[in-house]
Structures are given as structure tokens and as C-alpha cells.
């Protein structure tokens, strides 16, 4: 006995057995196998559906960033993350939400993820330069990777910000 071609809520259901999705995600793999049919258009059965599947908690936004962030976070940094949430379709709060839950750990991610690379600080500005390009293509921020590539600890990096007491004046100690 031969079955008939699942629903759209079947073939979602299929979608979200496998990972989370988001809503504008699953509504774009849906729209490939729905038709217009005299009592409603594809449009409005991908959404009836996606309804149905969002009222009995089994789709979830809030649940799909947090499998990307998860699922990626170890390896990527914010502006990876940032860029894989929109292409995904979330709203912009909850991106930003899950960004700055990301931004907390940056700083030690970046560290992990150039730990398990390299290992060991460069020698020389030639390589020093590939690794900040490495975590750079990664996804994380500018100055994040300044300090995990030069080794600085969150005690140098306060002392960087605060330095000792000097003289405003720019020439001040030439030509004494």
C-alpha cells in the first residue's frame, strides 16, 4: 500500500525532528512543495500550518536561536552568530538578545577557538597577521582578537584602558 505525498504540517514536522528551524526558514522550505489550491492560496496554508505547529510549542524562535547559539557559539563569534540568525529570518530583539548573551563569553571563545589553532603566540608579524585574519574570518570583533592574539588577560587589557598618570601635554619629557 502506497502513501500519498505528506502534508505541509508533515513535511514541518519532518523539518523540526532533524533541528530547530525558525518560522520565515521553515515557511521557505514549505513554499517549495505548496499549491494553490479553490480554497486557499500556498501562502495561507504554509501559515495555517506554521500556526498550528507555533500553538502546540513545537516552533520556536526563541528555541532556534538558541540552537544556533549552541550549536555555533563555540566555534564562531558575534558577528558569525549575528550574521546566521538574520539569514534565518528572526526577529531583530530576539537577535539582539541572543547576541549579547553571546558577547558575555567572546573573549574566552576567541581564546578556545585560537588555542585549539595555533597554540602558541606568533613569532613573527607574518603569522601574527594569519591569525588575526583566522578569527577575524570566524566571526569575532576586532578588538577581541587583538587581545587573544597578543596574549593579554582581562587584567592587561584594564591596565591598557587605565594607564598611570601622564602628562596631557604631548611633548611633555622632550628636551629636558
Known amino acids: 500500500m502506497a502513501f500519498g ?8 514536522l519532518r523539518y523540526l525532528a532533524q533541528r530547530e528551524h525558525s518560522r520565515a526558514e521553515l515557511g521557505r522550505k514549505l513554499a517549495r512543495f505548496a499549491e494553490d489550491k479553490p480554497d486557499a492560496t500556498a ?4 501559515s495555517r500550518a506554521l ?8 516552533l520556536s524562535e526563541e528555541r532556534a536561536a538558541q540552537s544556533v547559539l549552541s550549536g555555533q557559539g563555540q566555534r564562531f563569534g558575534s558577528r558569525r552568530l549575528k550574521q546566521t540568525l538574520l539569514s534565518k529570518g528572526l526577529p531583530a530583539p530576539l537577535v539582539a538578545s541572543t547576541l549579547h548573551q553571546a558577547r558575555t563569553t567572546e573573549l574566552e571563545r576567541a581564546r578556545a577557538v585560537w588555542q585549539r ?34 596574549g593579554l588577560d582581562d587584567s592587561e587589557k584594564a591596565q591598557e ?3 598611570e598618570d601622564r602628562d596631557t601635554n604631548p611633548r611633555a619629557g622632550f628636551g629636558r
Open 5 to 12: 505525498a505528506p502534508s505541509l504540517k508533515g513535511r514541518a
Open 117 to 150: 589553532r595555533f597554540g602558541t603566540p606568533a613569532a613573527e608579524p607574518a603569522e601574527r597577521a594569519r591569525q588575526m585574519r583566522f578569527l577575524a574570518g570566524r566571526g569575532f570583533e576586532g578588538d577581541i582578537i587583538r587581545r587573544v592574539v597578543a
Open 51 to 58: 500556526d498550528e505547529l507555533a500553538a502546540v510549542g513545537l
Open 43 to 46: 501562502a495561507e496554508q504554509i
Open 161 to 163: 584602558e587605565a594607564p
